[in-house]
């Protein structure tokens, strides 16, 4: 049994590491078997919150308002981080937008890790679900979720229910966490130009829309050229063209 490592989650404005941000870190450090160490901080996301996330969350624009920048803190996070296994739910989802996040910061993030999901879906497959918040609820873990840092430890004590019950060496064994990525390109000149010019041809359909609401909240010249063809093809989406 690995007794020894970080357990991280997240919380993001989306799914999509490509186009999405990180908005909250927790991770705990756990040695023999018990936690150390924690790691927990906002991250500016540049961007105004969808209505979803806070619901989801709890978290609100008002609360990132002075978050730290990823610049500052993804390096924060890498020397916690050491050269520990990762543990989480899921635990791919979070280390593709720590990679992503630490490769556009010009940092390498390479990890093996454990993961509590897949190991749930193998053992019980019987649950009517394998999420955190039920497995939490199965196990009478306390939790509290969709916040980084309950779900670091909520995570932790399920990962001993875990071992407890079905330990292995061979499904419990830390694996690469495989996840390819290139450093982003700022926005160009012209695509820049072209979604001033969307913005102001749409813009009353965009405040009606609350789903884009987080463009016009959005310093343009900080948006990849990624992030800057996804909220242009929304916007003509969204406009019907």
Same mark, same amino acid.
């Given at each position: ?33 018990? %936690? ?16 979803? %996330? ?57 990890? $093996? ?5 897949? %190991? ?28 980084? =840092? @309950?779900?670091?430890? @909520? ?35 012209? $695509? ?5 010019? &969307? ?8 405040? $009606? ?6 463009? &016009?909240? =959005? ?12 909220? =242009?093809?929304? %916007? ?6």
């Amino acid at each position: 049994m690995i007794e020894d490592y970080i357990c991280l989650d997240l919380e993001t404005t989306g799914l999509n590491p490509k186009t999405d941000k990180i908005i909250e870190i927790g991770a705990v450090k756990v040695r023999n078997g018990n %936690i150390v160490e924690s790691f927990q901080s906002f991250v500016a996301p540049e961007r105004k919150l969808e209505k979803r %996330i806070v619901e989801l969350t709890g978290i609100t624009d008002e609360m990132l308002k002075n978050a730290p920048p990823k610049e500052e803190i993804i390096p924060c996070f890498l020397e916690f981080a050491g050269d520990d296994i990762l543990l989480g739910h899921s635990v791919l989802f979070d280390f593709s937008f720590i990679k992503r996040t630490a490769v556009n910061c010009k940092l390498t993030f390479e990890r $093996q890790g454990i993961d509590t999901l897949k %190991i749930a879906r193998k053992f019980l497959p019987e649950l009517e679900s394998r999420s955190l918040g039920f497995l939490c609820s199965h196990y009478q873990i306390e939790h509290k979720a969709h916040r980084a =840092m @309950a779900d670091a430890k @909520a995570t932790v004590n399920l990962y001993k229910k875990l071992c407890e019950e079905f330990y292995n060496e061979e499904d419990f064994k830390p694996t690469p966490l495989l996840y390819k990525v290139k450093r982003e390109t700022p926005i160009t000149k012209p $695509q820049k130009e072209r979604l001033y010019r &969307l913005l102001e041809l749409h813009k009353l359909s965009i405040e $009606q829309d609350g789903d884009l609401s987080p463009i &016009l909240s =959005m310093e343009v010249d900080k948006l990849t050229r990624s992030e800057a063809s996804r909220y =242009m093809d929304r %916007i003509l989406a969204k406009c019907g063209r």
